[in-house]
């Protein structure tokens, strides 16, 4: 077996990073949905389900395709982001979103 290389320690750390950041925001909003799914009752439920685990059902690709959409230079909140000279797309921080937006369903609703 050969060692690890610093670039495999960068790896292992950004991957860990990433996942820790994205099920420690994910979690308390997966418990209140969660709550909010199985406990409450009321008009609009069906859709709210189906909005929550739409990214179950993308592909990644479609996933990462409208966060460049949204979060882009030009995209919806990208623009706003961008005149506050804050820089999401292409960091780890634009991983964690893109990891909360692929977990988030497993954390709110029924996962087999």
Do not use: H
Not at 49 to 65: A, K, S
Not at 70 to 78: E, F, P, Q, R, S
Request: aromatic share 12%.
């Amino acid at each position: 077996m050969t060692a690890l290389t610093p670039p495999d320690y960068e790896a292992i750390y950004l991957s860990t990073k990433v996942a820790m950041a994205a099920t420690a925001l994910s979690l308390p909003f997966g418990i209140a949905f969660a709550y909010v799914m199985n406990f409450t009752a009321f008009r609009g439920k069906l859709l709210l389900e189906v909005l929550i685990n739409l990214p179950l059902t993308l592909p990644p690709v479609v996933i990462g395709y409208l966060l460049l959409l949204v979060l882009g230079k030009n995209g919806w909140i990208g623009s706003f982001l961008d005149q506050l000279g804050i820089r999401i797309i292409f960091t780890w921080k634009a991983a964690v979103i893109a990891r909360q937006l692929s977990a988030f369903p497993c954390w709110s609703v029924r996962c087999a």
